[in-house]
């Protein structure tokens, strides 16, 4: 397995070295098996660090152990391993609460022997946290084009973003973007592949689909080119300029794993690429329509959604313009989780979660709908403190593991 976090162990020099042999061996196999590996030392390490206390009397070195990651990972917290035996849990509770004093956050793995399931499985996710963390520092987002001038809540600044979240914000000329669409060639087997995957065409026509799946390439070359990771697009320039809409583009690259938001909106397209490192799954980022405070629902729309996230689509026309080409999909999932980032610092969150529910096709609304029934969250939040005007949907219940790394990483 490749290595994943390095793991440092802490002892005190008073206690037997028979002792630590039979603490070690019950540790240091399971840290192997979640890919931990021994650094050489405490500075600069690349990978997330696990502190191990071994013993007792450890409080100082753990300490300095921390201030030299973190000196190096600013958003670093402290997570710590302690067991039963050797002081080692009054040792990790002592340096934690230091840690709270000097304005760090942390937590404690508490692992009860070797065969401690829950034990494990929690290190497991601390470890998992702090990768997705780890992995939102550096990350390059390109925002094609300025935000989207209704996004008036919604667009940080890039030393907020860069400061609490970790990515860096490039700016992509729009104007670039555009001369490069006007001279693209058509990816003719992605056109007549959607056109085929379709359940039908009712306002576009096969020309209007080979146009739309040009924006693909265009994206795609300008990120690897810019080496960005992600990519929020000011994609009414493209209604406006090029006549036609970004929404079958932005559905490919997030299929093919470029995280990619609308309307230039950044706060979104963090929170995607922030859930895709986390849990893996595919983001869908939509408009909440309509909500029924009495029955806790949300009807979410947007007229873009990755096609892996549905059991079937149609063809329409962009719904504000009636340009260019949408997707009206069936989505697949049963139960979601609904997640908003916001404030002017990106330090505030909101979570739902809850069942999908059958529900009729609206006319009036961007072309894919799903109506969500809360069972955490409640939609009266969304009209009484909002954070904005998009949501991020992922299929599963994730609530619980969301707000854990909310704590111990942003909040």
């Known amino acids: 397995m490749t290595a994943r976090f390095d793991h440092l162990l802490i002892a005190s020099p008073l206690h037997e070295e028979a002792a630590l042999a039979r603490v070690r061996g019950m540790l240091e196999p399971g840290l192997a098996r979640l890919g931990g590996e021994a650094p050489a030392g405490t500075a600069g390490i690349d990978r997330p660090m696990v502190v191990v206390v071994l013993t007792g009397g450890t409080e100082h070195p753990i300490l300095e152990a921390w201030r030299a990651h973190r000196a190096v990972h600013r958003w670093a917290p402290l997570v710590l391993v302690a067991h039963p035996s050797q002081n080692s849990l009054p040792a990790a509770l002592e340096a934690l609460a230091r840690v709270h004093q000097e304005g760090g956050r942390g937590r404690i793995a508490y692992l009860a022997g070797a065969d401690d399931v829950r034990g494990w499985s929690e290190l497991d996710e601390l470890i998992a946290d702090l990768e997705a963390r780890q992995g939102l520092e550096g990350l390059r987002i390109g925002m094609v084009g300025q935000p989207s001038d209704w996004l008036v809540a919604s667009t940080p600044d890039p030393a907020v973003v860069a400061r609490r979240w970790g990515p860096e914000v490039v700016e992509v000329d729009m104007g670039a973007v555009l001369t490069r669409f006007a001279h693209e060639p058509t990816p003719v087997a992605l056109a007549e592949a959607t056109v085929a995957g379709s359940g039908g065409m009712r306002e576009p026509e096969a020309a209007d689909v080979a146009v739309a799946v040009r924006a693909t390439s265009v994206l795609a070359d300008a990120a690897t080119e810019q080496h960005l990771d992600a990519v929020t697009v000011r994609c009414f320039d493209l209604v406006t300029e090029a006549h036609t809409s970004g929404c079958l583009a932005l559905a490919e690259l997030n299929d093919r794993g ?76 049963t139960e979601v989780t609904l997640v908003r980032v916001g404030g002017a610092g990106m330090d505030r969150l909101w979570l739902g979660e809850g069942t999908v529910v059958p529900a009729t096709h609206d006319e009036d609304l961007c072309r894919t709908q799903l109506t969500v029934a809360l069972d955490r969250g409640h939609a009266r939040e969304l009209l009484e403190d909002p954070l904005g005007n998009h949501v991020t949907v992922v299929p599963g219940r994730h609530a619980d593991r969301l707000q854990r790394w909310w704590e111990l990483l942003i909040a």
């Open 258 to 333: 470029l995280v990619a938001g609308c309307e230039g909106d950044v706060v979104s397209t963090v929170t995607m690429a922030w859930l895709r490192l986390l849990l893996g799954e595919t983001p869908w980022m939509a408009n909440p329509s309509r909500v029924d405070v009495d029955a806790d629902r949300v009807l979410l729309a947007h007229c873009t959604i990755a096609r892996s996230l549905l059991t079937g689509y149609r063809l329409r026309s962009h719904f504000e313009s009636g340009l260019g080409v949408a997707i009206e999909g069936d989505v697949a999932a």
